[in-house]
C-alpha cells in the first residue's frame, strides 16, 4: 500500500506560477509511474503529467509548455510546476502512483487531492 499526501495548492491570478508536490511513503516510490491528473467541477479526471521511474514525460496538450512534472526519488516526491495559470487550470488536482508488473494487474493509487483556484 502506498500513502500519497499532496500539497502546494491554493488561489493564484490568471498568469500567476504555483508547485505542487506529492510525497509518497514507503520503499518503492522509483519504481513506480507518478503522475497529475485534474478533475474540475462536472467534468472527468484527467490526465495533467506523468513521468516515469526512468524519467520519461508526458503532458497533456493543456499543460504542454505550462506545466514541468519532475521527481526526487531520494525524497520520494514528485512535482508539478505550473505557470502561465488560467482559469480554465482551476481544478483538484490529483496524485497518481503507477506500477504495471510483469504478470498480474497493475497497481494505481491516489492522493486525495489538492485545490487549484485561479481567478482574475
Known amino acids: 500500500q502506498v500513502q500519497l499526501v499532496e500539497s502546494g495548492g491554493g488561489l493564484v491570478q490568471p498568469g500567476g506560477s504555483l508547485r505542487l508536490s506529492c510525497t509518497a511513503s514507503?520503499?518503492?516510490?522509483?519504481?513506480?509511474?507518478m503522475g497529475w491528473y485534474r478533475q474540475a467541477p462536472g467534468r472527468q479526471r484527467e490526465l495533467a503529467a506523468t513521468i516515469t521511474s526512468g524519467g520519461t514525460t508526458n503532458y497533456a496538450d493543456s499543460a504542454k509548455a505550462r506545466f514541468t512534472i519532475s521527481r526526487d526519488n531520494a525524497k520520494n516526491t514528485v512535482y508539478l510546476q505550473m505557470s502561465s495559470l488560467k482559469p480554465e487550470d482551476t481544478a483538484v488536482y490529483y496524485c497518481?502512483?503507477?506500477?504495471?508488473?510483469?504478470?498480474?494487474?497493475?497497481?494505481?493509487?491516489w492522493g486525495q487531492g489538492t485545490q487549484v483556484t485561479v481567478f482574475s
Open positions: 514507503g520503499s518503492l516510490f522509483s519504481i513506480y509511474t
Open positions: 497518481n502512483a503507477h506500477f504495471r508488473p510483469v504478470v498480474g494487474p497493475p497497481y494505481d493509487y
